[in-house]
Structure formats: C-alpha cells, structure tokens
C-alpha cells in the first residue's frame, strides 16, 4: 500500500460525458501528478500539483482540466469523453519535485462506451 | 514522448535464475527510477538512482546507471513466480527545473517467472 489512494476503483461512462476522478496523496507529501496509461499510449505525465499550484503540464488535453484543494487532495476532470479516453489513469505523489520518488495510487480504470 | 526505452520487451526465465532489464533514454536526467507493475494494477516503486551514483542494491534488486551512455540495467537475483510482472524505468527531465515537470516512462519489460 502506497498510502496514495484514489477513487472510483471503476467509472463506465458515455461519449460525451464528463467524469471527475480524485485523488488523496500520502501524508505530508505535496507534490500530485496525474498520468494516464493506455496500451497504445503507454504511461504518460499529464499534469503536476504542487501545495495547491500547477507546476507542470506534460501530453494533457484541453478537454481535460485538473486542481489541488487546500487538504492536498487532488480531482482530474475529463470532460467530452471520447472511446480514445478510455485508460488508467493514475496518480502520484511525492514530498516535493520530480528529483524524490513518487508513490503511485491504485489507478482509476475509466472505460467510454 | 517516450523517452526510456526498456529492452528486452518481454522476458521469460525459470525461477531461481537472475532477470536482467535495460532501459535506455535521451536526455541528462536528475534521476532514474524503477517501478514494477503487476497486471493492470497500480505501480509499485522499487528503487531510485540518482545521476552522480552508478549502482544501488535493495534487497534482491541491483541497479546500475551509466550517464555517459544513457542506460540503467535492473537485475533482479533468484527469481520468485511473484516477481512475474511488468518493470518499467522512469526518468525525470535534469533541466525542467526546480522538481517541475513528470516522469518520463518507457515501455516496460513484461518478466515471467516460470515455476
């Protein structure tokens, strides 16, 4: 148990629709990143929280937006849903930067229909 | 992008042998991580070596680095069926600055363990 933990388990969803997934990072770490991991994409970085800011984007799309709250927990919104979007999508945390190891939740499987 | 890329992509050993991974990547990195990942399931971090160390040890593991060629090999001795999962190395970008930026993941190395 990483102590990172991440909810829903699992979300089936329509095209179209929106979905929001949270995140809690482990106690006293600061920094949440978000990643998705498709079979075709494979595991990519989409975007970091760092104490409530965004501190670095990497392959998210427009469609999809994400925010860190005062308590550090994190929520990634994914709006317009296409087949494509369907993945893992997992977060992370660490005490700060990328220059620490990052603790990897459970994973959110998201499948479109 | 992908910038790590592990080789080989799949790799089958009898248990009790050594499994050897290698990962390859681009860019002058801060640091090199290692994670393992069972079928479909969130990624357990195994072991992070930093870019002015060149090998580590964590119980069965042994990781080496080698920055002037871009490369980090993972082995992993005497080999259990539980260690049949994938392994992936992740780097992070040495000039994103400041711990901004996220990993960088390849596209593993999926080990079986035959019992």
């Known amino acids: 148990d990483s102590g990172v933990t991440q909810t829903p388990k699992h979300l089936i969803t329509a095209t179209g629709q929106r979905v929001t997934l949270r995140c809690s990072p482990r106690?006293?770490?600061?920094?949440v990143y978000w990643y998705q991991q498709s079979l075709d994409q494979g595991l990519q970085f989409l975007i970091q929280?760092?104490?409530?800011?965004?501190?670095a984007k990497g392959n998210i799309l427009e469609r999809f937006s994400a925010q860190q709250f005062p308590d550090l927990h994190s929520e990634l919104n994914l709006s317009s849903l296409e087949l494509g979007d369907s993945a893992l999508y997992f977060c992370?945390?660490?005490?700060?930067?990328?220059?620490?190891?990052?603790?990897f939740g459970p994973g959110t499987r998201l499948t479109v229909l | 992008s992908q910038q790590g890329e592990e080789d080989p992509q799949a790799l089958s050993i009898q248990e009790g042998e050594n499994a050897t991974m290698n990962c390859s990547y681009k860019?002058?990195?801060?640091?090199l991580q290692w994670y393992r990942q069972n079928s479909g399931r969130g990624l357990v971090h195994l072991i992070l070596?930093?870019?002015?160390?060149r090998e580590k040890h964590s119980g069965r593991l042994r990781v080496t680095l080698d920055t002037s060629k871009k490369s980090s090999s993972l082995l992993i001795t005497a080999s259990r069926a539980a260690d049949t999962a994938s392994y992936f190395c992740?780097?992070?970008?040495?000039?994103?600055?400041?711990?901004?930026?996220?990993?960088?993941f390849g596209k593993g190395t999926h080990l079986i363990i035959q019992p």
């Open positions: 992370a945390s660490s005490v700060s930067g990328g220059r620490y190891e990052q603790f």
């Open positions: 992740a780097t992070d970008d040495m000039y994103s600055g400041g711990g901004a930026d996220g990993l960088t």
């Open positions: 929280y760092y104490n409530g800011e965004e501190r």
């Open positions: 860019t002058s990195i801060n640091n």
């Open positions: 070596i930093r870019s002015n160390e």
């Open positions: 106690s006293g770490d600061l920094s």
